[in-house]
């Protein structure tokens, strides 16, 4: 069964994903032991972050990463004071979209590969869809797949529009997928996230003078099942999916305390 990452596991892992862009371990870890930035974290906890990247398979064994974490990944950090940072840029915008776009080429090439025998890139032609691909075998077996990408392995944070969530409350072919983006663009791993999850996660709007037009969800591992289906069928064989052991896979929620 996959670990289950803390909060301060997925800090740690998050910084290593990002300095070991720039240097090998023994430098990070001397880093992490010696600069007043990094002391929220005591080594422990660098040392778990580093672990638990290498039983996912984020890094190989030379300690370089297998996903690219851009610097806009690191923002949904903490404060000393536990309060998210917001923040917005530009440059994070425009990685954010570079991101979103390998997913849905990495998820278009899979589909071809397997043979699906109508695939179309509805994305490219218009927003107003609601979903990013059509795929079908038949008239029978049809799916409309909302691509949501990331390269963050330790938790999959996702943007749903109200017009996205419309189209899946009426259309029974829709199905969102998660793809985790390698550095080489390819797919690293791929999700089908449960519907019924994202219904009970939505706000709700509270009057006539106020609507939600998007939102923004942390999608739980047990809201996630490993592979790429709607609820009638299997888009592809598992054998040929990438199903690297992230974003916490599990069963059923975790009792509370």
């Known amino acids: 069964m996959p670990s289950l990452a803390t909060e301060a596991t997925r800090r740690a892992a998050l910084r290593w994903l990002s300095e070991l862009r720039v240097a090998g371990v023994p430098r990070v870890r001397v880093l992490f032991a010696n600069h007043p930035r990094y002391a929220d974290l005591t080594p422990a906890q660098y040392a778990e972050g580093f672990a638990w990247l290498r039983r996912m ?12 974490i851009g610097d806009g990944a690191l923002l949904g950090d903490l404060t000393a004071e536990g309060v998210p940072r917001v923040l917005w840029s530009q440059a994070a915008e425009d990685a954010k979209r570079v991101v979103g776009a390998a997913g849905e080429q990495a998820l278009l090439r899979l589909l071809r590969q397997g043979g699906v025998p109508y695939v179309r890139h509805v994305a490219a ?14 008239v029978y077996e049809r799916a409309h797949i909302e691509v949501k990408a990331t390269t963050d392995p330790t938790r999959l944070v996702v943007h749903l529009t109200r017009h996205e969530y419309e189209v899946m409350a009426t259309d029974a072919e829709w199905c969102l997928a998660a793809v985790l983006v390698g550095s080489d663009g390819s797919a690293v791993s791929i999700a089908t996230v449960d519907r019924e999850w ?5 706000p709700a709007d509270q009057g006539r003078d106020g609507r939600w037009e998007a939102a923004r969800l942390t999608v739980p591992g047990y809201a996630l099942t490993p592979g790429l289906a709607t609820e009638a069928w299997a888009l592809l064989p598992g054998e040929m ?6 974003w916490a896979f599990r069963r059923q929620p975790q009792p509370s305390a």
């Open 57 to 68: 398979g984020m890094v190989t064994s030379a300690g370089r990463p297998v996903v690219e």
């Open 198 to 202: 994202i219904h009970s996660a939505v």
């Open 241 to 246: 999916l990438p199903s690297a052991p992230v």
């Open 125 to 138: 032609d218009s927003d107003a869809y609601g979903y990013d691909i059509e795929a079908a075998r038949s």
